[in-house]
């Protein structure tokens, strides 16, 4: 993410147009997502690590279920 903030504003970089500060921040952005893929398993870690008895967010969702819901 610093990357992306770091070439987005930087003073070093002049343009021509719009068109090539479009192509510039679509590259910054592929190259944070090649670096930043979430894996399923990054995602049951995380539902491991969830608290019970806590109430659900705005999506109304609870931890229990996360953790103990039937899996497909």
Do not use: C, W
């Not at 003073?11 to 479009?22: C, F, S, V």
């Not at 997502?33 to 109430?55: H, M, P, S």
């Amino acid at each position: 993410m610093e990357t992306a903030f770091t070439h987005l504003y930087s003073d070093d970089i002049i343009l021509d147009n719009d068109n090539q500060e479009t192509q510039i921040t679509e590259e910054i952005i592929k190259e944070e997502n090649e670096e930043f893929q979430i894996t399923e398993e990054d995602v049951q870690v995380v539902i491991k690590e969830l608290k019970g008895r806590k109430a659900p967010g705005i999506d109304e969702i609870k931890n229990e279920f996360l953790k103990y819901g039937e899996r497909n």
